[in-house]
T-cell receptor
Framework: SQQGEEDPQALSIQEGENATMNCSYK?????LQWYRQNSGRGLVHLIL?????REKHSGRLRVTLDTSKKSSSLLITASRAADTASYFC????????????FGQGTELSVKP | DAGVIQSPRHEVTEMGQEVTLRCKPI?????LFWYRQTMMRGLELLIY????????DSGMPEDRFSAKMPNASFSTLKIQPSEPRDSAVYFC???????????????FGPGTRLLVL
């Protein structure tokens, strides 16, 4: 069963705009991670936020986590055409060490 | 560092044939994961290993699928016999999880694109 559900499924913006993607999940987690996948490639890890953290930054990325609402958001600021990719959230279930459950992903298109 | 290595990168086979996909994880990693990705079902976890031991194979679709990890540097995913609905991209990923309780970054290979005719 799917743990992470992402919203929107697809997002199209202009270069320079901000992109926000949301992820909701169902059960208790140790951490939540975001990955990126360029077309035809493997997934690449972007950022990890632990269950006791509320916000984390990495370059132009900002991730928030609200464990009471079981939701997370990924914000990409000042987007570039090169940010065009699919973005996945992945949750680490509380009692299943090592394992991640991936959402269906958000397909982001950044137009130059 | 070479990263996770998968072979072959592309495989085209006919229904009923045996298919073997191979993966070499990053040296020192203690977890290895096999995923399948399709447009319809997204990214599915098939099976994962910890220190070469299978931990959870509940995602393996049928008995036609089997996976082994004979040592820390090699794993195979075998489909026998293959069917057209097995067509997908198969990813291998590895991770180093210090405690065994939590989850850490997974490093993905480039994937094997399988087409079963």
């Amino acid at each position: 069963s799917q743990q992470g559900e992402e919203d929107p499924q697809a997002l199209s913006i202009q270069e320079g705009e901000n992109a926000t993607m949301n992820c909701s999940y169902k059960t208790s987690i140790n951490n939540l991670q975001w990955y990126r996948q360029n077309s035809g490639r493997g997934l690449v890890h972007l950022i990890l936020i632990r269950s006791n953290e509320r916000e984390k930054h990495s370059g132009r990325l900002r991730v928030t986590l609200d464990t009471s609402k079981k939701s997370s958001s990924l914000l990409i600021t000042a987007s570039r055409a090169a940010d065009t990719a699919s973005y996945f959230c992945a949750t680490g279930p509380y009692n299943q060490g090592g394992k991640l459950i991936f959402g269906q992903g958000t397909e982001l298109s950044v137009k130059p | 560092d070479a990263g996770v290595i998968q072979s072959p990168r592309h495989e085209v086979t006919e229904m009923g044939q045996e298919v073997t996909l191979r993966c070499k994880p990053i040296s020192g990693h203690d977890y290895l994961f096999w995923y399948r990705q399709t447009m319809m079902r997204g990214l599915e976890l098939l099976i994962y290993f910890n220190n070469n031991v299978p931990i959870d194979d509940s995602g393996m679709p049928e008995d036609r699928f089997s996976a082994k990890m004979p040592n820390a540097s090699f794993s195979t995913l075998k489909i026998q016999p293959s069917e057209p609905r097995d067509s997908a991209v198969y990813f291998c990923a590895s991770s180093f999880v210090r405690s065994g309780v939590y989850q850490e970054t997974q490093y993905f290979g480039p994937g094997t694109r399988l087409l079963v005719l």
